[in-house]
């Protein structure tokens, strides 16, 4: 199985802060990846696919990079509706496998 | 629009059997493949199983693989999990999405306890 290790696993900003996540993959998963934001009580929303590509509808402040087993979220400037639980998914080979999470707090 | 909307959820003791369901609308359901999801209690993602457009073709994360079975039936746009020997662990928020996990459902509680 591919394992996605997630960094870090919290972090506290302030609101206008630059964010920035990291996923590595156990192996080379080429760009199959995504980033999901999830607020307390709801379901997940993918912000990125193919690791770089935005979803339709979100913010350009989010953005994607990397490929083979490095990749990053960022988010330029941090809004209050940013404050939630953000996730990278691998889905090159089952079991699809997701990172631990990466809790993002107001400082 | 795409909508995906889970039932079945509730309590259940060890040992028992539960039957989820995810109604989809607003695509082509026949279209794509689907998948199940959960989240224990304040825990994280964990996929757990995926079934191919013409349900032909499943596949299972091994903490579920002998024990759920998922279905699907394209006339009724419907996908569905048969979750059998139920444990405590099994408790969780049961998501249903489409294709690469776009989108989700709300999701269902399924609780295991005596």
Redesign the interface.
């Known amino acids: 199985d591919i394992q996605m290790t997630q960094s870090p696993s919290s972090l506290s900003a302030s609101v206008g802060d630059r964010v920035t996540i990291t996923c590595r993959a156990s192996q080379g998963i080429r760009n199959d990846l995504g980033w999901y934001q999830q607020k307390p009580g709801k379901a997940p929303e993918r912000l990125i696919y193919a690791a770089s590509n935005l979803q339709s509808g979100v913010p350009s402040r989010f953005s994607g990079s990397g490929s083979g087993t490095e990749f990053t979220l960022t988010i330029s400037s941090l809004q209050p509706e940013d404050f939630a639980t953000y996730y990278c998914l691998q889905y090159n080979s089952y079991p699809w496998t997701f990172g631990q999470g990466t809790k993002v707090e107001i400082k | 629009q795409v909508q995906l909307v889970e039932s079945g959820g509730g309590l259940v003791k060890p040992g028992g059997s539960l039957r989820l369901s995810c109604a989809a609308s607003g695509f082509t359901f026949s279209d794509h493949y689907m ?1 199940w999801i959960r989240q224990a209690p304040g825990k ?4 757990i199983s ?1 079934i191919s457009s013409p349900g032909s073709y499943s ?4 903490s579920v693989k002998g024990r759920f079975i998922i279905s699907r039936d394209n006339a009724k746009n419907s996908l569905y999990l048969l979750m059998n020997s139920l444990r405590a662990e099994d408790t969780a928020v049961y ?1 249903c999405a489409r294709g ?8 269902t509680l399924v609780t295991v306890s005596s």
């Open positions: 998948n994280g993602l964990e996929w995926f596949s299972y994360a091994d998501y690469w996990l776009f989108p989700w459902g709300q999701g």
